[in-house]
């Protein structure tokens, strides 16, 4: 799992002219299935994305992205590995009796720039069997 952390470069304006490539790069980690989570951060500096796949396949991804490739946005790819979570009915999980079945997210989560509601099998964390925080349970 990546988290990958855009910081914007040029000013909003040029951001929000490409904000549509950015999410239909067809080379990009949205059309490739890798996103997912996204989402701008506050105030709106830059964006942070949690991807999931090989690193060399996350790195192409990113380089294609029009924010990155046009110079109005930097990228940063940090590896990182689930190991709790405080709520785990927020992360989706798959099902031991039905690997194609999932708990899907809040319908009423807000979702930006034209984020897709479908949560579709390929948009979900396998199963996590993580332990909660040290001195509970």
Do not use: C
Not at 44 to 56: D, L
Not at 101 to 125: E, K
């Amino acid at each position: 799992m990546f988290v990958i952390v855009l910081k914007y470069r040029a000013p909003l304006e040029t951001i929000d002219a490409l904000k549509d490539a950015h999410y239909a790069n067809p080379d990009g980690v949205f059309a490739k299935g890798m996103a997912r989570w996204a989402g701008p951060l506050e105030p709106r500096t830059g964006g942070v994305i949690i991807a999931e796949g090989e690193r060399a396949a996350i790195e192409a991804a990113v380089a294609s992205d029009p924010f990155v490739s046009s110079g109005a946005a930097t990228a940063d790819i940090l590896g990182f590995r689930l190991a709790w979570t405080a709520e785990p009915a927020a992360v989706p999980r798959t099902d031991a009796e039905s690997p194609a079945a999932a708990v899907p997210l809040a319908p009423d989560a807000p979702l930006r720039h034209g984020a897709h509601r479908d949560r579709t099998a390929d948009h979900r964390l396998p199963s996590l069997d993580l332990p909660g925080p040290p001195g509970q349970g």
